[in-house]
């Protein structure tokens, strides 16, 4: 990071020369070149068009800027590319190989519209309201190419904590700041007493992102008025939920609004250290956070004296070592501490005696990322947006058998309908949708006749699930219930750890009462059995592992009961997926022999040769569906 | 445990203060340097720390990122999160295992490949997934894994083994973008 | 001092004490598997719970590591405690069918079904012997390992332990090592009767020279006993049991 000769920065003043520099970077007078580098960008290929362009770009001598950027939430459409030409709108193009990507480039400014997927109005970058709505600013249609605001995928969308992701280069502390970034900081540390902070974040009335629901602003109380030297703050970005990649998103594509939040926080609390749990999974995330911390840093915006307001504060990066169980808090303490994550007894709580025994706030990445933007905008503003219950906007990851996968930021209340069919574009393959599953291990499935529930806390619950981390996976017909349960028993058994008896047996014996009834070697008291048995593992449970751990299992026996009754009285799996319960077979009318099956069986049980019709010998399939994932003339058939 | 390891953790403990609250990181250094916990040099942790070797031992069992054996030349990470499982992540876990040939540890006798089931990498929106050392894979399919493995199988001259192994279709090799089924 | 009610009696007790400290205090008979004096409270058996009252929370709270906070009301023996305790011993049975402990437990609660298959495993993970190896023999030669499933009390390596002094303390304290009595009908997972303390033994074996302390499982009558050949002795009283 060039230093501006303004470092440290002391003043509003220098917050803003900072901020013209940003807004040079973000809206430069040659045209621009975005493309998401989020790990999920990078996955789908996004490193090979980066370096495709870059390669064009030096090749051809163009005078354009090419930027990486973090993830928009549209990862259906990875890899994206970007264009921003000075008073033009960004065009967004979708699923870019190196190859499109040159092409593009090359024709530039040609906007090649029959390749981009939308147009995004060219000041929204720079707009500073603390929120992104794709609703706003002037847009400049591209002929034929529809815009972001009437894309069903973003018209909805409120986006706080998601402000920058996509918008900005994370790796650029002077892009965040264009954004707004630290001006919230500047003005807690400076216009305001700890306690007045505290109590905005109360106003504002936002529940802690991580799963629990656990009110902030009492949180903050409590570890400001609790005794004891030095007090910390931590980021708990142990993200384990499977479907869940929104804090993930967060560090990677702004993980300086998480830095901010930190600062804020620990202001208002009275700590000095904090520290970033993330799970070592996130590589670039971890890589992310180091960077940003060092450039505060540099920028005096970490460390003694901030802003020159007395106040100072350290945040260093604990990776994980790969433990679910650890997003648990005391379990996260523990591990911070070297130990093994088992959590503790609480009372009492962390707020109170939490890491080396002193007060410790912690919360999830996006309770952090919410902060700055609670501050300047105040509590009101915050507490205006969402239900009674639950305030503010809340990110999900959408996922599974749906048309749009993506992460969204919707304001609470939004209902699970709207989310699935409208946002998200509904099944894919005209298939039935048949639940959502939310909140990871500890939530529940939904069923689709539920979909007209308002997504807040207490509707979850009520409905026998949990807002979680914000995971949402789709599940059309093609998902078993019965599988699903085992499959989140087996996730449990295994992520337990294994102190308490009643969580590590448990789990145990009601993945293997699921394994039989999948197994269609169930009996109607195993239905009676599993219900006795999760009633006792979720009263008896520590930790909130235990305590949720039998949720799939008891929602889907609420709302899939006859599905489990269909394995046990008739052994059969309605979605056929239970393995010992289906049957492959070939249709010998549609089948032409073309052999791919043969080739691609695991268990080398398909017979026949080329152009003669091919049969599957039972006694050695061994289920696997690779002959009817590569048949393409659909002549495998399940029964 | 060879020299050239031992060698190897003696600098990387220095650099580690002799506090507990350092025995994860520690212990992620050896695991990156060495890619499995030598027994040798836990003992040494365990008296550098002044911590019984039981709980150093407890926790390098306890957390996944570490393994107590050898690990393979590649690691394969194959995701079990909740979307991947319902688009066919278990199938893309089997499937690679007899790709790879690994036994119940994990790991192939030619110590190639280690395979191992990890919960969610964080890339849901492009399930399944996998991920091979540091390169993460999108839309792997059970079909995809051979030709995706092809690459970090060790150059062999052609024998009759490629041909009994027919190529899978063209398309499959595909490892970005393309299908999104 | 805190001042809490249980089981609507109100007691006053020292700041740290614990929930299990107050009710053993108050003559409270609390089952627990894994609570010894001297050794620190661990909370994994999870068959000391109890009902807390707290504010407008009841919740199940182990008792050995909750602390008796001022207006906090404890039900060590409410239904919803007994049922959740009646279904985690019979967990505990399919488990470890061959422990005493265990079947004496269930005996005496009442359990009357086990409706999972018999696992006999020889460790219940209750801690008891890795504190004792390492806060009273100092050694910490044995700990935990693996999580979930596949924890396990181990010496690291599985290899013999350097710290070891083979005091056996680990063994002197283990609530499963000693075996249930090896009487008629012994294979099944839940005891029907140990029967030291009738003549059954007698009546089977000439020499059953049984010197095990008498079960409770042989003082319960009831209509899981069908298959007990013996009659029980009328003399016996029977501990009071919730008949459902």
Redesign the interface.
């Known amino acids: 990071m060039p230093n501006h000769g303004a470092y440290p920065l002391r003043s509003l003043e220098d917050l803003q020369a900072v901020a013209e520099l940003g807004r040079q970077r973000i809206s430069p007078a040659q045209p621009k070149i975005m493309i998401g580098m989020a790990t999920c960008g990078q996955a789908a290929g996004a490193t090979e068009v980066l370096e495709a362009v870059r390669e064009v770009v030096a090749q051809d001598k163009l005078p354009y800027v090419v930027s990486e950027t973090g993830c928009i939430g549209w990862c259906s459409q990875e890899p994206l590319l970007d264009i921003c030409i000075p008073g033009r709108p960004r065009v967004t193009y979708g699923r870019v190989t190196p190859a499109r990507a040159r092409q593009i480039i090359r024709a530039l400014p040609e906007p090649k519209p029959q390749w981009a997927l939308a147009t995004m109005p060219g000041d929204e970058n720079t707009l500073t309201g603390y929120y992104t709505s794709y609703l706003a600013g002037e847009d400049t249609p591209l002929r034929g190419v529809k815009s972001y605001r009437d894309l069903p995928l973003f018209k909805r969308q409120l986006r706080i904590v998601m402000r920058n992701c996509g918008l900005i280069d994370p790796a650029s502390f002077e892009e965040y700041i264009a954004r707004g970034g630290y001006t919230a900081l500047w003005q807690a540390l400076r216009t305001q007493t700890p306690q007045q902070v505290v109590d905005g974040v109360t106003k504002s009335g936002i529940r802690g992102r991580g799963g629990a629901g656990f009110p902030t602003g009492r949180k903050w109380q409590t570890v400001r008025e609790a005794p004891g030297s030095p007090k910390y703050v931590i980021c708990n970005a142990d993200e384990g939920d499977p479907g869940a990649y929104m804090d993930r998103g967060v560090l990677e594509g702004d993980p300086h609004s998480v830095l901010e939040g930190m600062t804020i926080g620990a202001y208002a609390m009275g700590a000095s250290e904090g520290i970033i749990y993330v799970r070592e999974e996130y590589p670039l995330a971890v890589a992310r956070m180091k960077d940003a911390i060092r450039q505060s840093e540099v920028a005096g915006l970490l460390g003694a004296n901030i802003f020159g307001s007395g106040f100072g504060f350290t945040v260093r990066v604990v990776t994980g070592a790969g433990a679910f169980v650890c997003g648990e808090e005391t379990a996260l303490i523990r591990s911070i501490e070297g130990k093994v994550g088992e959590p503790q007894q609480r009372p009492p709580y962390p707020a109170v005696r939490g890491l080396n025994g002193k007060p410790t706030c912690i919360n999830n990445v996006e309770t952090w990322a919410n902060v700055p933007v609670i501050i300047a905008r105040g509590g009101e503003w915050f507490a205006s947006i969402g239900t009674p219950g639950s305030k503010g906007t809340k990110v999900f990851s959408l996922v599974g058998n749906i048309e749009n996968t993506a992460l969204i930021e919707v304001p609470m209340g939004t209902t699970l309908a709207e989310i699935v069919y409208e946002i998200g574009g509904g099944i894919p393959g005209n298939r039935e949708c048949k639940a959502i599953q939310t909140g990871g291990p500890s939530g529940g499935c939904i069923p689709a006749s539920k979909f007209n529930l308002p997504v807040d806390y207490d509707s979850l619950t009520a409905a026998g699930s949990i807002m979680g981390s914000g995971g949402m996976i789709v599940m059309d017909d093609h998902t078993c219930m019965v599988d699903i349960a085992k499959y989140f028993l087996g996730f449990l058994e295994d992520e337990s750890c294994g102190k308490c008896f009643s969580c590590r047996e448990g789990t145990q014996r009601l993945k293997e009462i699921v394994q039989r009834i999948s197994e269609g070697h169930g009996v109607d008291e195993d239905l009676v059995l599993l219900e006795e048995l999760s009633w006792m593992v979720r009263e008896v449970s520590l930790c909130g592992l235990g305590q949720t751990a039998a949720n799939p299992v008891l929602s889907t026996l609420r709302y899939f009961r006859e599905e489990y009754l269909e394995h046990i009285h008739h052994q059969r799996c309605p979605a056929k997926v239970c393995r010992q319960l289906i049957t492959f077979a070939i249709d010998p009318v549609t089948c032409n022999g073309c052999g791919a099956c043969v080739q691609v069986c695991s268990g080398k049980a398909i017979l026949g040769e080329k152009n003669k019709l091919h049969t599957i010998e039972q006694a050695h399939c061994t289920k696997c569906g690779a002959c009817m994932d590569i048949c393409k003339f659909d002549a495998v058939t399940v029964n | 445990m060879p020299q050239s390891e031992l060698g190897q953790i003696e600098p990387l403990l220095q650099e580690f203060d002799n ?7 520690i ?2 250094q050896i695991q990156a340097t060495c890619s499995y916990l030598p ?1 040798e040099a ?1 003992r040494r942790v365990a008296r550098k720390l002044q911590v ?8 390098a ?6 393994s ?1 054996k050898p690990r393979g030349k590649h690691l394969v990470q194959v995701c ?9 992540g278990q ?1 893309v876990l ?2 690679t295992q ?1 790709e790879t040939g690994v036994d119940a540890a994990g790991t192939s006798a030619d110590m190639q490949f280690t395979v191992e089931a ?10 399944p ?1 996998m991920r091979v050392d ?1 390169t ?3 839309h792997v ?3 995809k894994v051979r030709g995706l493995l092809t690459r970090y199988r060790p150059r062999k001259p052609a024998t009759s083994e490629a041909e009994k192994t ?1 190529a ?2 063209a398309e499959s090799t595909l ?4 299908d ?2 | 001092m805190p001042t809490l009610t249980m089981n609507g009696i109100t007691v006053e007790v020292e700041r740290g004490t614990t929930l299990l400290e107050a009710a053993q205090f108050l003559g409270l008979p609390i089952p627990t598997l894994c609570h010894e004096d001297g050794l620190a409270p661990y909370g994994g058996c999870r068959l000391c719970v109890v009902e807390v009252v707290n504010g407008a929370k009841k919740s199940l709270q182990s008792s050995c590591t909750y602390p008796a906070l001022d207006g906090l009301q404890v039900f060590t023996h409410s239904a919803r405690v007994e049922k959740a305790r009646r279904l985690l011993v019979e967990l505990y049975v399919a488990t470890c069918p061959q422990s005493k402990r265990i079947q004496d437990l269930a005996s005496a609660m009442g359990v009357r079904q086990v409706r999972y298959d018999a696992k006999h495993e020889h460790c219940i993970q209750c801690g008891l012997c890795v504190r004792m190896c390492e806060q009273q023999m100092m050694a910490g030669a044995i700990g935990f390992s693996g999580r979930g499933l596949h924890r396990e009390v181990t010496r690291p390596f599985d290899t013999t332990s350097d710290t070891c002094r083979q005091c056996g303390a680990c063994l002197y304290i283990c609530p499963v090592c000693e075996l249930r009595c090896a009487g008629p009908d012994a294979e099944s997972t839940l005891c029907n009767g140990c029967l030291n303390i009738s003549t059954a033994c007698f009546q089977t074996y000439d020499n059953a020279m049984c010197s095990l302390d008498p079960c409770h499982a042989c003082e319960i009558d009831g209509p899981f006993r069908a298959d007990v050949r013996v009659k029980l002795q009328p003399q016996i009283e029977f501990p009071v049991l919730a008949k459902k």
């Open positions: 506090t507990r609250a350092n025995l994860i990181p212990l992620q027994q836990l019984p070797l039981s709980d150093v031992y407890q926790v069992t306890f957390y996944r990122c570490f107590l079990l999160g909740t979307a991947c499982h319902v688009r066919g199938k089997e499937r007899v990890v919960r969610c990498l964080g890339c849901c929106g492009l399930a997934v540091k993460t894979f999108a399919e059970q079909t027919p899978v279709p490892v970005h973008g393309g999104h089924a």
